[in-house]
């Protein structure tokens, strides 16, 4: 394990440094000066060369690469003041700390992601696991029917029917915005429960399909029909043997899913007007802030790597059969 572990986290930080330096140069390529908007349409030479500097973008582009993975590491001075590790600079838009801006929307995400995978694995997983149990009658077509239905179906479309139906037409439910769980969990809830919902929505079919296709074949495996020889009665064999085996799938999509909802739902979050990571990412691209930019891609595919090492780690601990070599 300590191997694989040590292998993986390897692997990581290059997939890390292949992410950031792919995203550093792309920004280049971008027409838009971020010194020349920031400096405004009576711009002088002189004062477009001061905001240059205070901006750390008036050396070549393979130095400023440099400092800034340095800067991650080990800190970095800026004109704005000292920026200690991890330092992902200051915001081309508002001079604030890059850094505590993510810190600042992570727990939006967090909470936006945690409340979402509740609803759609528990409705989700169990809907599939009846529909697996009840193959074939009137309430596995149901389910596989209505799975079909809402997993074609799009948040940036069934948000604002949401909202419509729900906050603007009956009144019945509050606009969606972000309070923090600590100052008041009721505000917290009903702030949450519509993007969760439609979350839920999309979610949840992918996970009826899963789980109901999952357990059919792990009721087909040699080692549960021979449980049924056995005399073990159906319950005991569905529930100890098969939904075991039918996890190791629904795991490894879970955990991606996991790891980029953390990294951020930039639909649902730009949808609903949430304050999160994903709405960070959609305004830094628009005032092309790179530091800003580089962070959250940094943050979110750190998140979407760790799930995927973590994942792969449970294999073994759901599934005695397999072994990280």
Known sequence: MLRFLVRRSLGAIVILLIISAVTFFLFYAVPRDPAMLACGKNCTPDALEVIRKNMGIDEPIPLQYWHFMVGIVAGRDFAQGACPAPCFGYSFANSDPVWNTILDRFPTTVSLTIGGAVVFLTIGLGAGMIAAWKRGTMADKLFSTISLVLSSMQIYFVGPLALALFVFNLGILDQPAYVPLTEDPGAWF???????????????????????????????????????????????????????????????????????LLGGAMITEWTFSLPGLGRLAVESVQNTDLPMVMGVMLFSATFIILFNVIVDAAYAFIDPRVRLA
């Open 190 to 260: 009903m702030g949450l429960l519509i993007p969760w919902l439609v979350i839920q929505i999309i979610f949840t079919a992918n996970y009826t399909r899963l789980a109901r296709s999952s357990m059919i074949e792990q009721l087909a495996e040699d080692h549960v029909r021979t449980a049924r020889a056995k005399g073990m009665s159906g319950k005991f064999v569905f529930f100890r043997y098969a939904w075991r085996g039918s996890l190791i799938p629904i795991v490894t999509i879970f955990g991606v899913d996991l790891g980029s």
